[in-house]
C-alpha cells in the first residue's frame, strides 16, 4: 500500500451531502474483485450520460479537476451500502484523502484499509476548504498526516483527529498484509519453536 505522508493538490469540491456507494460506483461494476480499473467508473452515472458521453457540469470532467487527489464533500460522504469498491475507484482515480463533517461507518475504515485518508473536520472548516476547492487550480489545498493539519489556499490550517494506529498504517503504508509481516521475525520464531516442541502437527 503507498504511504500518505502529505498530499497537496487541487481539490474537487462535492457540497451534496449522503454520497453514497452506490454513487461512487453504481452497482453493474462490482462483478470485478481487482483493485485495478474501476476509476473510469468513479461516479459513472454522474459523470457520463445514457450514450457514455462525459457530462461536461460534472466537477471531475471539468479541466481544473481532472486529475484531483482530494475531494472536499458535504456531510455522511460513504453511506449507503458496504462495499469495498467505493475506495478502489477513488484510489484508481487518483483520490487519496476525502475530506468531509462525517462519513459512514465502514466506507470510513475500508479507507484506511485501502491507503485513503479520510478527514474529519467542522462544518465551519468544510465551508471554508469547500470555497477553497471551487477556485480550482487557483488554491491547492495540502493535508499533512504527521502533524494532522490540512491548510487552505490562504495558509490556515485546521487539526483533524485520527487514531494513533490507523495514523502509524498510512505513514507507512501497511494494509492487513503489512502489519502481519512487521511480525515476520516474530512469527519465524514460534513456528520454529513449534516445530520443535510439536514435530508431529
Not at 481539490?11 to 462490482?30: H, S, W, Y
Amino acid at each position: 500500500m503507498q504511504k500518505f505522508i502529505t498530499l497537496t493538490g487541487v481539490a474537487a469540491p462535492m457540497p451534496l451531502v449522503n454520497i453514497d456507494t452506490d454513487m461512487i460506483i453504481p452497482k453493474q461494476f462490482l462483478k470485478t474483485i481487482q483493485r485495478s480499473g474501476l476509476g473510469k467508473n468513479l461516479f459513472d452515472e454522474m459523470r457520463y450520460d445514457a450514450d457514455g458521453q462525459e457530462i461536461p457540469d460534472f466537477i471531475l470532467n471539468q479541466p481544473a479537476y481532472r486529475e484531483s487527489q482530494i475531494i472536499v464533500a458535504g456531510d455522511n460522504f460513504g453511506c449507503g451500502s458496504s462495499r469495498e469498491h467505493a475506495p478502489w475507484a477513488l484510489l484508481d482515480f487518483g483520490i487519496r484523502c476525502v475530506i468531509s463533517t462525517s462519513f459512514a461507518d465502514i466506507f470510513f475504515n475500508n479507507c484506511f484499509k485501502n491507503g485513503i485518508l479520510p478527514v474529519v473536520l467542522p462544518q465551519e472548516a468544510v465551508d471554508a476548504l469547500m470555497e477553497d476547492a471551487r477556485k480550482g487550480a487557483n488554491a491547492r489545498i495540502t493535508v499533512d498526516l504527521e502533524s494532522q493539519t490540512v491548510t487552505g489556499a490562504d495558509g490556515t490550517a485546521y487539526h483533524f483527529d485520527i487514531d494513533p494506529h490507523r495514523k502509524h498504517c498510512l505513514l507507512n503504508g501497511l494494509d492487513d498484509i503489512g502489519l502481519t509481516m512487521e511480525k515476520s521475525a516474530a512469527i519465524d520464531t514460534f513456528e520454529s519453536r513449534m516445530a520443535q516442541a510439536r514435530p508431529w502437527v
